[in-house]
């Protein structure tokens, strides 16, 4: 097999003179030119390494395209509201970051870097790992699209986290929460803290949830556009349903039981909890202890997994549920009734 030439051609520019390479290339079978910059022992050293590659097999060819081109085609190639909006605001802060030219431009180092500066904005592990993903995600597809020869993320070695033990809140925090709740802001907040108890529903579930979804002769509740994306209806406490035919009247022309409190959650929040003595507990633990009591009730696993809308039991397991001592020795005491 006849051996593939690099010939190196000089143009003149406003600026002086660029070399650019100039072959055959053995995949398309046409003529390439590739600029190599001014300085002429670059361009020699390019060139050798260019042949290198095109006489051993090793040569591979990549569409250009710069950054700015590359993240607008990769959000818009992603389906889900969410998820392109997260990609998008990952493949941005890359760019900040490390301010690549082009995909063919990032490095190895530069996902460091940008791993670097996430924890120096003190991310937690679990957040610079969803970065990531999004950023592995992106990087593949560019190489399927030809504008890199390899993903730069192979290798990478993920940190684990450090898990913490869900916080399951007791019925004395429970009560105070609740009891806080009605002190400080009414029917409303005291009704959301119950329902967060009762269904274990996500915050943007219940903020987001309208009145046509809520069933009082069936009593339940339909959950629509979860994070699963899978609508989830929830069988939910009769007793709820007195306060929620009074908060219907109050606000029946919002559509949504609780969509006014979505400007000053955070606020409000921190204040109940803190009136309640309990600063620690966020309104994800209440969806944490509807699982842990779920599954100490005896509640089949699988049953607990829907209910709640988690895509995977080991989810659920690992993130969800609390061991409390007293579980524990209830645990020693039926093995020891059972097997003495």
Request: proline share 3%.
């Amino acid at each position: 097999m006849q051996a593939i030439k690099v010939w190196i051609s000089k143009r003149k520019t406003k600026k002086g003179q660029s070399y650019h390479l100039r072959y055959i290339s053995p995949i398309s079978n046409k003529w390439i030119s590739k600029g190599v910059g001014s300085d002429k022992k670059r361009a020699d050293r390019e060139a050798a390494l260019l042949e290198s590659k095109l006489n051993d097999g090793t040569y591979s060819e990549t569409r250009r395209i710069s950054w700015d081109e590359f993240v607008k085609g990769q959000v818009a190639s992603i389906t889900g509201k969410c998820h392109k909006s997260l990609c998008k605001q990952v493949l941005d802060e890359f760019g900040k970051v490390c301010k690549p030219a082009s995909p063919s431009r990032v490095t190895f180092p530069m996902i460091e870097q940008f791993v670097a500066a996430s924890k120096l904005k003190k991310n937690a592990v679990t957040t610079i790992n969803t970065k990531l993903k999004y950023l592995r995600l992106s990087f593949n597809m560019a190489v399927k699209r030809s504008y890199i020869v390899k993903n730069p993320m192979d290798g990478w070695i993920w940190e684990k986290p450090n898990l913490k033990e869900p916080r399951e809140v007791t019925k004395d925090e429970q009560k105070a929460l609740l009891d806080a709740a009605q002190e400080l802001y009414g029917d409303q907040w005291e009704l959301f803290v119950k329902l967060a108890f009762d269904t274990g529903a996500r915050r943007g579930e219940l903020l987001k949830l309208s009145w046509e979804n809520v069933d009082f002769d069936g009593h339940s509740i339909l959950f629509v556009e979860t994070k699963g994306k899978k609508d989830r209806r929830v069988p939910v406490n009769p007793k709820l349903f007195t306060g929620l035919r009074k908060l219907q009247a109050k606000t029946l022309l919002d559509g949504k039981p609780f969509g006014s409190l979505l400007d000053n959650i955070g606020y409000n929040w921190r204040r109940i909890r803190k009136e309640a003595g309990c600063e620690d507990v966020t309104i994800h633990d209440m969806r944490r202890t509807y699982c842990t009591r779920m599954l100490r009730a005896g509640v089949p696993l699988k049953t607990v997994q829907q209910l709640s809308g988690h895509e995977s039991v080991e989810t659920l397991l690992t993130y969800y549920t609390s061991v409390s001592e007293d579980d524990k020795r209830e645990a020693v005491r039926k093995m020891t009734a059972m097997y003495g």
